[in-house]
Nanobody, 126 residues
Framework: QVQLVESGGGLVQAGGSLRLSCAASGRTFYSAPMGWFRQAPGKEREFVAAVSWSGGHTYYGDSVKGRFTISRDNAKKTVALQMNSLKPEDTAVYYC???????????????????WGQGTLVTVSS
């Protein structure tokens, strides 16, 4: 079991930065690939970024490559998403997710993640 709690969302102007954090509990966290997804009103959930259990491999959605950085600290049981050069189209609820299937393969598909946080709202004004 993994419990996830996101924080760090808020209102920011276009071009600004925000850092989201996800605090995890449960032993499964150490072996679980972790991901960030987002969902804007009226749109499907979208893959943002993912990181392997060791932190050594990272993956990004095309729309955020070069602007967002995912990282994890296994000692602190946290996953962070640093978001730079934010755009109005980045506005969404951002979700932290854990893949507890005991796999080392990092997925970009939301249905492969079986633990989810409650989400944190990011609003980027133009």
């Amino acid at each position: 079991q993994v419990q996830l709690v996101e924080s760090g969302g808020g209102l920011v102007q276009a071009g600004g930065s925000l850092r989201l954090s996800c605090a995890a509990s449960g032993r499964t966290f150490y072996s679980a690939p972790m991901g960030w997804f987002r969902q804007a009103p009226g749109k499907e959930r979208e893959f943002v970024a993912a990181v392997s259990w060791s932190g050594g491999h990272t993956y990004y959605g095309d729309s955020v490559k070069g602007r967002f950085t995912i990282s994890r600290d296994n000692a602190k049981k946290t996953v962070a998403l640093q978001m730079n050069s934010l755009k109005p189209e980045d506005t969404a609820v951002y979700y932290c997710a854990a893949d507890g299937r005991n796999t080392q393969v990092v997925s970009t598909r939301s249905y492969d993640y079986n633990y989810w946080g409650q989400g944190t709202l990011v609003t980027v004004s133009s």
